[in-house]
């Protein structure tokens, strides 16, 4: 088997003429029914669009584009590990809002109907009409009050959940975003 030896130092005439040379020899072949090779992937150039040019210089050499791609496939990777990770978070503090709201919409109207009546009760104790029990009115309302009072509490920390998942969320998605935008741009 024999190696290749590295070239110490190419000239920049070498560099033009190589670059210039594959560029032709690219047009050329691009221009042939049938002249490319299979072997390029992704979508079929259009006549119109100018021959890409070939880079003069690609940074770090083979190595350093290597560790490039290394480190963009890690960040991505990362990014859609961390959305993962976060999406349960996010499903569990939407499914506990759901289960708060529905719990406010049941307990609202036996409030309003124990309001109701301790209202009722109140106005026929002033006319004298003293038949209802107003202490054990008093101690249901409150009860419900209670539980209201519970459930707004418990609403308020579902809601600084919910508004922190979402937060970390949009983060790690603008993240990735942003990673998805640099890939498309080269």
């Given amino acids: 088997m024999t190696t290749i030896p590295a070239a110490k130092d190419t000239s920049p005439d070498m560099t033009d003429f190589l670059t210039e040379e594959l560029s032709r020899d690219f047009a050329e072949r691009r221009d042939k029914p049938g002249g490319l090779p299979n072997v390029l992937s992704g979508p079929p150039l259009i006549m119109d669009e100018p021959v890409p040019r070939l880079p003069r210089r690609i940074e770090g050499g083979f190595a350093g584009l290597g560790h490039d791609l290394d480190r963009h496939g890690r960040e991505c990777r990362n990014a859609v590990r961390l959305m993962e990770q976060l999406r349960p978070q996010l499903e569990t503090a939407d499914a506990e809002r759901v289960r708060l709201h529905q719990a406010l919409t049941?307990?609202?109207?036996?409030?309003?109907?124990?309001?109701?009546?301790?209202?009722?009760?109140?106005?026929?104790?002033?006319?004298?009409?003293?038949?209802?029990?107003?202490?054990?009115?008093?101690?249901?309302?409150?009860?419900?009050?209670?539980?209201?009072?519970?459930?707004?509490?418990?609403?308020?920390?579902?809601?600084?959940?919910?508004?922190?998942?979402?937060?970390?969320?949009?983060?790690?998605?603008?993240?990735?975003?942003?990673?998805?935008?640099?890939?498309?741009?080269?």
């Fill in 106 to 186: 049941r307990l609202l109207p036996e409030i309003e109907e124990h309001g109701r009546g301790l209202a009722g009760m109140i106005e026929n104790a002033r006319k004298g009409d003293v038949n209802g029990d107003l202490s054990v009115k008093f101690g249901k309302t409150a009860n419900k009050l209670d539980e209201l009072e519970n459930l707004a509490e418990a609403m308020n920390v579902n809601l600084l959940t919910l508004r922190s998942a979402w937060e970390q969320y949009a983060r790690a998605a603008i993240q990735a975003q942003r990673l998805r935008d640099g890939l498309k741009a080269h």
